[in-house]
């Protein structure tokens, strides 16, 4: 099983990225998925969720509105678009796969909004 995230760097504020998530080794389209962040000093927080079909999403309060999780079965790969980046939004960025007992996370991405 892998989850393989890319796409993060630095950005400027205001700015925007776009990470993936490519995914092998389980049945992807089974899995609901989700990105996590964990910024220095502090506990990894959940960001975003989708469903295994991509019918359903929910993001955390602090992204809603910047964000946005999406999925391609066809290519197991989740991605998240981050505009209108924030300095807040700093930290190392986490793939999530999650089916009923089994669950499965990526090495993560770094992310750094300079201001």
């Known amino acids: 099983v892998q989850l393989v995230e890319s796409g993060g760097g630095l950005v400027q504020a205001g700015g925007s990225l776009r990470l993936s998530c490519a995914a092998s080794?389980?049945?992807?389209?089974?899995?609901?998925m989700s990105w996590y962040r964990q910024a220095p000093g502090k506990g990894r927080e959940l960001v975003a969720v989708?469903?295994?079909?991509?019918?359903?999403?929910k993001y955390a309060d602090s992204v809603k509105g910047r964000f946005t999780i999406s999925r391609d079965n066809a290519k197991n790969t989740v991605y998240l678009q981050m505009n209108s980046l924030k300095s807040e939004d700093t930290a190392v960025y986490y793939c999530?796969?999650?089916?009923?007992?089994?669950?499965?996370w990526g090495q993560g991405t770094q992310v750094t909004v300079s201001s």
């Open positions: 989708i469903s295994s079909a991509g019918g359903s999403t």
């Open positions: 999530y796969a999650e089916y009923w007992r089994y669950n499965y």
């Open positions: 080794g389980f049945t992807f389209s089974s899995y609901a």
